[in-house]
């Protein structure tokens, strides 16, 4: 693979449109084929015989855990990721190829720690989700079997924004792209072919993550890659202390994100399964995956945006930063707006891409349509959250990322139930109420604070050029 081979996408020059939609195209063919994972893996699995319902409500056990090990993985992947593009855009290419090998440092070593913990705790803590005597052997089933992957899962979608970063959205589509086939061929080969059911998904997501690891280390060792992986025993990490607490106090924003998604999962579940019992945890689970395919286009446009906010802010040059933030924000709107309107309209036809189940699907329509119902608020939320990240704003982005779920959502999840007597409903509720006021504190804050921030760069710069 020689290097003027490799597209790569100039952060500095031309029309920051063109730069982000060069950038978030790739990304969103990216994040839809890695979607692909864990969507044709619950699709199959509704679909196993006569035991359908129980082993997608079992999924939805294990998404607590998933989710915990996707935060770890954004940890440092979010928090070094803008880091190296601040690095990169103020030509300090030495400091920013010393967090890259940081990063993964990180990921192998928290991976190695989560796998055993998972594995031991793996029981008590599906029990603690939720788990019936219906559910939970299937839970185990899976979820020990996933376990296994924490490396590769952690390696392959850590690493890739390190390759977005450096302007090369192509080959980190690619990456993906690999795996996500891998694993929609594998998928009803080991379920119905082999006849192993729950087992087999499992066994199909950990090759497809194995293979996806394995690219994304060949391309950043190679000298493709502009920065590149280079050979660091464990114990020199010790001496880049202050770099490594950069890492992760940014990537905490992202962090708690996903923790607290986790939390919101765990309390879903636990309060649904006093309220709905195994159906409506089997509708959370569907609308998480809805919810995953809805975000997907979103979180391409912010991740599409952010290097390029990033480099520009490095680079200073607070024009490009303001053009990228009004554009991120300008495209959010039009995606949610569209998204929101063909939710509202095809509920029942995407719930039943999932199951065939009518009792799920009669209860669902209602549940889902609630859910949804303030999905365009979440454009506020991803731009400001986008821009706090991008900037290395660390306090803020942390800030809101525990407004929203764990202010707002995680507290209403239990009091619009049982407090207000809402039963089921105030489950799915809880969401949009967060949507609105999360969203639109977010924003407001980045645009009372950042934009000021910019305004002055902008004028000092006229000032010294005069």
């Known amino acids: 693979m020689k290097q003027h081979k490799i597209r790569h996408i100039d952060f500095e020059n031309g029309s920051i449109l063109k730069c982000i939609l060069q950038n978030a195209l790739p990304l969103l063919a990216a994040q839809i084929l890695n ?21 997608i409500s079992a999924v939805g056990l294990c998404f607590p855990v998933i989710i915990l090990i996707s935060a770890f993985t954004n940890l440092y992947g979010s928090g070094g990721s803008p880091l190296l593009s601040i690095a990169y855009g103020e030509g300090d290419t030495k400091k920013a190829q010393l967090i890259l090998n940081l990063s993964l440092r990180l990921e192998i070593l928290t991976a190695a ?7 031991v705790f793996c029981t008590p803590l599906l029990r603690l989700f939720g788990a019936s005597s219906v559910t939970l052997p299937y839970a185990q089933s899976y979820l020990r079997i996933y376990l296994l992957g924490t490396l590769f899962s952690m390696i392959a979608a850590g690493m890739n924004p390190f390759i977005n970063a450096q302007g090369f959205p192509v080959i980190g589509m690619t990456t993906v792209m690999i795996g996500a086939l891998c694993n929609i061929i594998l998928d009803p080969v080991f379920i119905f072919r082999f006849g192993m059911g729950i087992r087999g998904a499992a066994w199909a997501t950990v090759l497809s993550q194995a293979l996806s690891a394995l690219f994304v280390l ?24 202050r770099q490594i607490r950069n890492i992760v106090s940014l990537g905490f924003a992202a962090f708690v994100m996903q923790v607290t998604n986790s939390l919101v999962s ?3 579940n636990g309060v649904l399964s006093q309220c709905g019992g195994d159906l ?3 509708i959370m689970t569907i609308i998480t995956s809805i919810r995953q395919i809805m975000d997907t286009p979103i979180f391409a446009i912010a991740d599409g945006s952010s290097p390029v906010i990033s480099y520009n802010y490095g680079a200073r040059r607070p024009r490009r930063v303001i053009s990228s933030i009004r554009i991120l924000t300008i495209l959010g709107f039009a995606y949610t707006i569209a998204a929101w309107i063909f939710m509202m309209t095809n509920t029942a036809f995407v719930i039943r891409i999932f199951s065939s189940d009518q009792a799920l699907l009669s209860a669902g329509i209602p549940a889902v349509q609630l859910y949804f119902s303030a999905f365009v608020f979440q454009t506020f939320q991803y731009a400001g959250q986008t821009v706090f990240k991008s900037l290395g704003k660390k306090k803020q982005a942390i800030f809101f990322s525990l407004l929203r779920k764990v202010v707002i959502v995680i507290p209403l999840t239990y009091l619009l139930p049982f407090a207000f007597h809402m039963g089921s409903r105030g489950v799915f509720l809880a969401e949009p109420v967060s949507n609105v006021i999360g969203g639109l504190a977010c924003f407001i804050t980045m645009l009372l604070t950042v934009m000021p921030e910019l305004r002055r760069m902008e004028k000092e710069q006229i000032t010294a050029q005069s």
């Open 35 to 55: 979607l692909l994972y864990s969507i044709v893996d619950r699709i199959y699995i509704a679909r196993i015989p006569s035991a359908g319902t129980s082993a």
């Open 266 to 268: 765990v309390a879903c």
């Open 218 to 241: 060949r391309f950043l060792s190679s000298g493709s890659a502009t920065m590149r992986l280079t050979h660091m025993p464990l114990r020199e990490m010790l001496r880049y202390g």
């Open 280 to 282: 409506y945890i089997g």
């Open 113 to 119: 720690a989560l796998m055993l913990l998972g594995e």
